[in-house]
């Protein structure tokens, strides 16, 4: 995977294909937020990730955006 496509609202579970996957939040302003949760429930806990930060992880994840109708952010995946 390269790329995630996020739809406003809606919870996508990535799991790394190798050992681990880094994502960044391409979004370009500080109200653009990219939420990670290991559940994937809307109305439990996310953390918030600010416009140009970036999670590695090894786990499933979960991601979210609430900013845009559609957005793409890349996705880095390591051996």
């Known amino acids: ?5 996020l739809k406003r609202g809606v919870p996508v579970e990535v799991t790394p ?3 681990f996957a ?5 979004m370009k302003t500080i109200d653009d937020k990219l939420m990670i949760s290991v559940n ?8 918030n990730l600010d416009a140009g930060g970036c999670v590695k992880f090894s786990q499933p994840m979960y991601f979210m955006q609430t900013s845009w109708d559609t957005v793409m952010v890349p996705v880095i995946e390591g051996a």
């Not at 995977?1 to 496509?5: A, H, N, P, R």
């Not at 880094?22 to 391409?26: A, D």
């Open 17 to 19: 294909t190798g050992a």
């Open 22 to 26: 880094v994502i960044q939040n391409t």
């Open 1 to 5: 995977m390269t790329q995630l496509t």
């Open 40 to 47: 994937g429930t809307v109305n439990q806990k996310w953390i």
